[in-house]
């Protein structure tokens, strides 16, 4: 017979295991101009999106692992849109946009670079569902880059999600 430490032990024992055992997955998306490290089997999807008086399309690479979401979404706007567009104002747009979206608070939005690429690195607090979101936006040209993590309060920064963060990279 196996006493309740033991069980409990191996209970522990086999979740670690099967967080240990969900292999990465290295996407390299050619159409989308990416590549990034997803803690698990990505999906794939593509909705539209009304923004301002046009609707876009926006194409998501995503996955959920236990309580946090990793996803990078490219939209692709009209010639013109952001390029034309003060930096500043477009990006206040888009962070303003995703803070609306997860009716979350704004906690920070600081500069970011990516090679030649500009971005804002940003931190969202949805407290009614104690979540947290960690975001980086680039923009390139008319193209709109988003890499996000999304989990439980207080993991927005934990090694995980800064790695899949991290590990997002453009392709020439």
Known sequence: MISALRLGFLVVLIAVSAVACSRDETVVSEDGR????FPGSPKT???PVQSGDVTVTMNMVGVENGAASYIVSTVDYPDGTLS????DAAFQSIVDGTVGNVRGTLRSAS???LGEATGREVLIDVTTKDLAVHERIFIVGDRLYQ??????AGTESAP????FLNSFKLLP
Do not use: E, L, N, Q
């Open 34 to 37: 990416f590549s990034a490290v």
């Open 84 to 87: 034309r567009k003060p930096v």
């Open 45 to 47: 999807s593509s909705v």
């Open 147 to 152: 890499v996000m993590y999304g989990g439980p």
């Open 160 to 163: 995980r999600a800064t790695r």
């Open 111 to 113: 500069p970011i670079t």
